[in-house]
């Protein structure tokens, strides 16, 4: 997401992101390995980088604390060696330097994020009461870690071919998320080996084949649900449905689709997600868009599709 950001120097003109992060990284290449300009540079970049962390962010009105500041204090830490370690034999004409911080940041995700800190999150989401802000805030921190992992399994990824497998897989994380989510309670540190993701991979194992059976399903039924139309479009010729969908979805005449959204993010609307998806966005890319956490994002636009399934079907 290239959001302006303004520099503070006075009289200064604006800068995109990637543009302030190109800058940042030039400054740290300028100085010695170890010194002590080095590392303050290299401590700005940390920095600026994790302000757009998706995890270990502050609930509104209170600073972080427990397993949250751990991680963040990690993630930091974590985050400076990598780039340290890899900042001089970079080449910005090579590499767009989004990316290259992103792949970084993406190791360091993998790289703290281990099962005994997924294990403290979801031990931490527990002590909270259902409803409570506490509680929704745990909860999101959970999933968004649990995301970005890297250890969510393939379970049966050989049966399928890869673009119908990447379809039910993505319902089946959805839907593993969710049940996380409910079902927090009945986590029990002490079984599956006593490992966390063990328990969400079950889980898992068990969507992916509920997902396989629902989409098979539902393109027996009178109208496909929006997951078939998002596999409409990745064909070479969409049939008209589609086609009468999205022009439904893009005219709303009723204002309907664009009323609904995420709280106090009227942008983050249906119509703008859903026709994201149908131009064959992925969800990260619609959350970097957005800079809202994948899990809401899914969570709100499945809540949508239900509720609007009646004026799809008129």
Known sequence: MNTLVKSCTP??????????????????QRYASQS???????????????RSCKIARPSIGQPLFSIYKEIYEQLRKKLFYNIDEKLDKYNPTFLPVRTWINDLRNRTYQEVLNDE?????????????????????ALGELV???????????????????????????????????????????????????????????????????????LTDSRLSELPSLSDLEMIVQQEEPPSLFEIIREIIEEDSENLFKQAHIKNRP????????????????????????????STLSVFYQRCCNKFRSQFRE
């Open 11 to 28: 009289g200064s003109t604006f800068m995109t992101m990637d543009e302030q992060l190109k800058q940042l990284v030039q400054q740290a």
């Open 36 to 50: 002590e300009e080095r590392e303050l540079a290299l401590t700005r970049l940390v920095d600026e980088i994790l």
């Open 117 to 137: 800190q997924l294990k403290k999150l979801a031990l931490e989401a527990q002590q909270h009461p259902p409803l409570t802000e506490l509680r929704q805030y």
């Open 144 to 214: 968004e870690a649990i995301r970005l992992s890297g250890k969510l399994a393939h379970p049966h990824r050989q049966r399928f071919s890869p673009q119908f497998y990447d379809l039910i897989y993505e319902e089946a994380v959805n839907k593993t998320l969710t049940y996380v989510c409910r079902k927090i309670n009945t986590y029990d540190p002490d079984r599956g080996n006593k490992k966390f993701m063990n328990w969400v991979n079950f889980r898992l194992d068990r969507y992916i084949i509920e997902s396989y059976h629902d």
């Open 267 to 294: 942008d983050a609307n249906f119509q703008a997600i859903a026709l994201a998806r149908f131009s064959g966005k992925s969800w990260d890319e619609i959350s970097v868009e957005f800079d809202i956490s994948i």
